[in-house]
Each structure stands twice: as structure tokens, then as C-alpha cells.
């Protein structure tokens, strides 16, 4: 009796992922819309940095990994990265501002969690994200954190 049992609550189990996995592909929808601006960054180690930390959820180039196809976790992860493309996305130039990227960065709000403790690579040492900022800097514009005494007000004049 005790093994007709366990073989039906690994039945149930076995169910139940498979509709998790299956609700997951079908409600939540995994979208990379076409790349419809080219960045010319300034370094490819700004790119590699980019990449790591920031485009899987401000570009249309994410990666999706394979817990973001089992509910609940694929309609959060769907979710943020819809809203973080919303917010910013490098693939189609929306929003695209150095400042705001900088000051984000330096704030310590992005990456938010919990993506770094799922992706290790985006979890930024110190000197990364300077370089990162500076890289951001030159290829986007920006005036960054510190530093810039005499850039009050944008662009200097001649």
C-alpha cells in the first residue's frame, strides 16, 4: 500500500511540474524583438560589462535562462524584463542617457535584485563598475558622479 502511495504522490509531482513548465511557455511570453540600433561602444570591455550586468533585461538580446519557463518564476522574470526594456532599452535607443545610466549604476540600484545572485558575472566588483561608468560615459555621453566641477548646465560653449 505504502508503494502505491509514493508511486501516486510522484505521479502528482511529476504533474504538476510538467503543468508548471507547460503554463510557463504558454502564458509568458519570451520575446527578443529585432535589434533596431547599433552601439558603437567605446571598448569591448564595456560591451563584456553591458552584457553581464545590464542587457539581459535593457536590451532585446536577453537570455533567457531555463527557470525562466517554469511558472511562476517565468511570469516575474517576463515581467521585469518587459518593464526594465520599458525603462531602457540599448537595442532600440529608448531612453538611452548616459546620466541616467551612471547615476543608477552609482546608487547601487541596478542590477537590481535578485538578478545578481542569479547571475554571478553581473555582480560588479568596485573598479568594474568604474570602468563601467567611464565606458558608459564614452560611449553614451554623460557627465558622471564625481569630478565634472565646471559641466554645469550640459554641453560647454565656445
Not at 502564458?27 to 540600433?37: D, G, I, K, Q
Amino acid at each position: 500500500m505504502s508503494r502505491n502511495r509514493l508511486l501516486l504522490v510522484l505521479g502528482i509531482i511529476v504533474l504538476v511540474v510538467l503543468l508548471l513548465v507547460i503554463v510557463g511557455n504558454v502564458a509568458a511570453s519570451h520575446t527578443n524583438p529585432p535589434v533596431t540600433t547599433t552601439v558603437n561602444w567605446d571598448s569591448p570591455e564595456t560591451e563584456k560589462l553591458m552584457r553581464a550586468a545590464c542587457m539581459d533585461c535593457h536590451s532585446n538580446e536577453t537570455r533567457w535562462p531555463w527557470y525562466s519557463y517554469i511558472a511562476p518564476a517565468s511570469f516575474l522574470i517576463v515581467d521585469d524584463v518587459n518593464e526594465g526594456r520599458e525603462a531602457l532599452n540599448i537595442s532600440t535607443g529608448h531612453n538611452v542617457e548616459g546620466d541616467d545610466m551612471i547615476n543608477e549604476i552609482e546608487k547601487g540600484a541596478m542590477p537590481k535584485a535578485p538578478y545578481p545572485l542569479l547571475h554571478p558575472e553581473s555582480n560588479l566588483s568596485a573598479q568594474q563598475k568604474a570602468q563601467l561608468v567611464a565606458g558608459i560615459q564614452a560611449t553614451f555621453g554623460g557627465e558622471g558622479g564625481e569630478g565634472d566641477e565646471d559641466s554645469e548646465g550640459g554641453e560647454s560653449g565656445g
